[in-house]
Nanobody, 125 residues
Framework: VQLQASGGGLVQAGGSLRLSCVAS????????MGWFRQAPGKEREFVAG????????YYRDSVQGRFTISKDNAKNMVYLQMDSLNSEDTAVYYC???????????????????WGQGTLVTVSS
């Protein structure tokens, strides 16, 4: 499995960015895709996740209503639309994947098996 994230950049507070993650290497219909982020000096944290098959999505509280995770099955792409960005959203963002399993944590990075390289998002105030 290979994941490649892109779309990061510098944006002013209140602006928007869309991150993309292309997945390859197998069929992902039974997978969960997640976006995580890691700010300098902080632990990696869950941002959003989506079940590739069912499409149900979950978000951390601080991004609920501002970020939207989506997928394009035909292109094997997962997106993270980020609106109303603020300085606390500044971080390196990673996409990750794991096989769906009942009881596995959506938000624990350790439950994900595959990771893409990060893409840096910088929000200027």
């Amino acid at each position: 499995v290979q994941l490649q994230a892109s779309g990061g950049g510098l944006v002013q507070a209140g602006g928007s960015l869309r991150l993309s993650c292309v997945a390859s290497g197998r069929t992902f219909s039974t997978y969960v895709m997640g976006w995580f982020r890691q700010a300098p000096g902080k632990e990696r944290e869950f941002v959003a996740g989506i079940a590739w098959g069912a499409g149900n999505a979950y978000y951390r509280d601080s991004v609920q209503g501002r970020f939207t995770i989506s997928k394009d099955n035909a292109k094997n792409m997962v997106y993270l639309q980020m609106d109303s960005l603020n300085s606390e959203d500044t971080a390196v963002y990673y996409c990750a994947a794991r096989k769906f399993s009942w009881g596995s944590s959506w938000s624990d990075p350790a439950s994900y098996d595959y990771w893409g390289q990060g893409t840096l998002v910088t929000v200027s105030s």
